[in-house]
């Protein structure tokens, strides 16, 4: 009996131990921000609303023995535990995660969107009503990523069981010159192979150059659809950004998205500002779309104010 105590009390002091040495650390945040939406009472927007920022993000990060790191986050947002991921970074092996209700951005989402904006990009403003690149889905999202050396390259892939049958999978190539101000990205899915139609595929190349203060972008995506009834998308994006100085940058965006039946494009234009006073940070931006959703005469507008607080 005693044997047994000691053989005990020794695995326990060594879980101890062990525990000890892989010792994570946790953090806690929720973020202030004040928010304004308003539009055009005579158009589709039709509504101005307050609201204010309900997350609360939980992330726990520790290195492990053999240097790598690994970090685990959950977000509650009003309520609900909607997004969470797991990441294990493997130093010059590359970072392999698990994401839940969101995805890490390893496949075409690394490189759907080069355009530089003062506050949110112009396909999350809202109004659109055609699709924009999206990869694979959130549930049960695997993905990897690998940077390849000091080259500025770095190759990412993710998949998710679909819903319809089969993996939706997706990947990017994306190239890196901080030197020279560039980058440069491509990147590729296959979405819902067993949904009856053959599946869906995107395709995505965008760019992006840094001189100065000035920062210019541009992407064009392409979403095919499987089903014949369902018409293919392409969605041009492109715009720039200036840095007035280190507390105020506006920015102007237009994106085009086209549909094969539709008979206009569908256009919208942002023009978006920042300012940074000590801690505060006010972003907006002003939009507006035409022929939503490809058909002329249906037309939209918006305007987006935050008010955030860091601290």
Do not use: C
């Not at 047994?4 to 946790?26: H, N, R, W, Y």
């Not at 840094?210 to 064009?220: D, E, K, L, Q, S």
Request: a negative charge.
């Amino acid at each position: 009996m005693n044997k047994l105590k000691k053989v005990g009390l020794t695995a326990l002091a060594g879980s101890m131990v062990a525990t000890a040495a892989t010792a994570a650390d946790v953090t806690i945040a929720a973020s202030w921000a004040l928010n304004y939406t308003g539009g055009d009472s005579d158009e589709q927007h039709g509504v101005t609303s307050w609201s204010m920022a309900d997350e609360v993000k939980f992330t726990t990060t520790g290195e492990l023995d053999n240097g790598w790191t690994a970090t685990g986050y959950w977000e509650l947002d009003d309520d609900t535990m909607d997004d969470q991921k797991l990441t294990l970074d493997m130093n010059e092996l590359g970072t392999f995660g698990f994401a839940d209700g969101t995805a890490h951005g390893y496949g075409i989402d690394k490189v759907k969107n080069f355009v530089p904006s003062a506050d949110t990009p112009a396909p999350s403003m809202g109004f659109t009503d055609l699709a924009y690149t999206g990869g694979a889905g959130t549930t049960g999202n695997l993905a990897y990523q690998l940077a390849v050396g000091d080259t500025g390259l770095t190759v990412g892939a993710e998949q998710e069981v679909d819903a319809a049958g089969g993996y939706s999978r997706s990947m990017s190539i994306y190239y890196n010159n901080a030197d020279m101000g560039f980058s440069f990205g491509v990147g590729t899915s296959d979405l819902e192979p067993d949904n009856g139609s053959g599946g869906d595929s995107e395709t995505a190349i965008g760019a992006k150059f840094v001189t100065g203060n000035f920062t210019i972008g541009a992407n064009h995506n392409e979403i095919d659809y499987g089903a014949a009834a369902t018409n293919d998308v392409d969605n041009q994006h492109y715009g720039v950004s200036y840095a007035v100085n280190d507390d105020l940058t506006i920015s102007y965006a237009r994106l085009n998205n086209s549909r094969d039946t539709a008979a206009e494009d569908e256009e919208t234009t942002m023009i978006a500002a920042s300012y940074t006073m000590g801690s505060i940070k006010f972003a907006g931006y002003i939009g507006k779309t035409s022929s939503v959703g490809g058909t002329a005469g249906t037309d939209d507008a918006a305007k987006h104010l935050t008010m955030s607080l860091t601290f």
